[in-house]
């Protein structure tokens, strides 16, 4: 095995992280890891370092974090670096001019079956859509986004009550593992991909960016498109509400299907521990908000000190 093959590691958030990290502790020769720039953020505005750039640090790796990724002086730099190897996780999209530089190209771990969930947001939309499982899956890049041909996948279960958050931890762990099978087999010379085109599917689901608008509960759906909906946008950007005037954030909640004696989007609550909210075919009850300029806290707690209007 060519442990010696050169590395360089694209990403930015904390998923990205267990990838890197698996790299570094099986040996491979890491020669430069290429995350966003710091950017200013809290309420002091300090400059914030990238999970990925804290890891790269601690760990003595190069790093380049360039604005722009046509910059002639970002790419002088990265061909210094001789990479035989490219990995993107978490990253945003590469010019040709990067993707293609590496003799062995460039792969990227995906957080989903592909074809299927291609797109920015494949964990939240996965649970929003009700799936039983997701997964994830390494491929070669080119020139479509997330269509390249497949090189290893995974298969992850999504419980019924499972959060974007929770299936985002998983597949971290599993993108990991995935990841080093497929460098591994890169470095020994016998790993060969599958194109999407050759692998039989239905209509391809997909994995669009999520807007503010998509985040709004319609309270006329089926309760479990709005519990889905729930699930698969918390802990961020979190599912939204108007509640007594005011936009309510809810990032928990359980259903009880049954015929609602309130219209759809209408509220019952004993005003010490439940609200429930009205759809179709039952109620779904809140477990913990966040209401419009208070914190996030949990039924009882916004409860105690909410007046109705």
């Given at each position: 095995?060519?442990?010696?093959?050169?590395?360089?590691?694209?990403?930015?958030?904390?998923?990205?992280?267990?990838?890197?990290?698996?790299?570094?502790?099986?040996?491979?020769?890491?020669?430069?890891?290429?995350?966003?720039?710091?950017?200013?953020?809290?309420?002091?505005?300090?400059?914030?370092?990238?999970?990925?750039?804290?890891?790269?640090?601690?760990?003595?790796?190069?790093?380049?974090?360039?604005?722009?990724?046509?910059?002639?002086?970002?790419?002088?730099?990265?061909?210094?670096?001789?990479?035989?190897?490219?990995?993107?996780?978490?990253?945003?999209?590469?010019?040709?001019?990067?993707?293609?530089?590496?003799?062995?190209?460039?792969?990227?771990?995906?957080?989903?079956?592909l074809p299927h969930y291609r797109g920015a947001a494949p964990i939240n939309w996965a649970i929003i859509n009700g799936e039983k499982a997701s997964g994830v899956t390494t491929f070669k890049l080119q020139h479509e986004i997330d269509t390249g041909d497949i090189l290893f996948s995974d298969e992850v279960p999504i419980r019924e009550d499972e959060t974007a958050g929770e299936l985002h931890d998983a597949l971290m762990q599993t993108?990991?593992?995935?990841?080093?099978?497929?460098?591994?087999?890169?470095?020994?010379?016998?790993?060969?991909?599958?194109?999407?085109?050759?692998?039989?599917?239905?209509?391809?689901?997909?994995?669009?960016?999520?807007?503010?608008?998509?985040?709004?509960?319609?309270?006329?759906?089926?309760?479990?498109?709005?519990?889905?909906?729930?699930?698969?946008?918390?802990?961020?950007?979190?599912?939204?509400?108007?509640?007594?005037?005011?936009?309510?954030?809810?990032?928990?909640?359980?259903?009880?299907?049954?015929?609602?004696?309130?219209?759809?989007?209408?509220?019952?609550?004993?005003?010490?521990?439940?609200?429930?909210?009205?759809?179709?075919?039952?109620?779904?009850?809140?477990?913990?908000?966040?209401?419009?300029?208070?914190?996030?806290?949990?039924?009882?707690?916004?409860?105690?000190?909410?007046?109705?209007?």
């Amino acid at each position: 095995m060519k442990k010696d093959l050169r590395i360089v590691f694209m990403g930015t958030p904390d998923f990205a992280v267990a990838s890197l990290d698996i790299l570094v502790q099986h040996g491979f020769n890491v020669v430069g890891v290429i995350t966003a720039p710091d950017k200013p953020a809290g309420r002091g505005l300090q400059l914030q370092e990238s999970a990925v750039k804290r890891y790269a640090v601690n760990k003595g790796l190069p790093i380049l974090q360039p604005e722009k990724l046509k910059n002639p002086e970002f790419l002088a730099a990265l061909q210094a670096l001789r990479a035989d190897l490219q990995v993107v996780v978490a990253f945003r999209m590469l010019p040709e001019i990067v993707w293609n530089m590496p003799p062995e190209g460039t792969i990227n771990v995906h957080a989903s079956l592909l074809p299927h969930y291609r797109g920015a947001a494949p964990i939240n939309w996965a649970i929003i859509n009700g799936e039983k499982a997701s997964g994830v899956t390494t491929f070669k890049l080119q020139h479509e986004i997330d269509t390249g041909d497949i090189l290893f996948s995974d298969e992850v279960p999504i419980r019924e009550d499972e959060t974007a958050g929770e299936l985002h931890d998983a597949l971290m762990q599993t993108g990991a593992t995935l990841l080093l099978k497929t460098v591994q087999a890169i470095a020994n010379g016998d790993l060969k991909g599958t194109p999407q085109a050759d692998i039989p599917t239905e209509a391809i689901k997909h994995a669009p960016k999520i807007f503010k608008e998509t985040c709004q509960i319609n309270w006329h759906t089926p309760l479990d498109n709005i519990y889905n909906l729930v699930r698969g946008l918390s802990p961020y950007p979190a599912a939204w509400t108007v509640f007594q005037g005011k936009t309510l954030k809810i990032y928990k909640a359980h259903k009880e299907h049954t015929t609602p004696g309130k219209a759809p989007g209408d509220f019952d609550t004993d005003q010490k521990t439940y609200i429930k909210i009205a759809a179709p075919d039952g109620y779904l009850y809140l477990d913990e908000i966040q209401l419009e300029g208070k914190k996030k806290m949990d039924i009882t707690a916004f409860l105690r000190g909410y007046r109705f209007v």
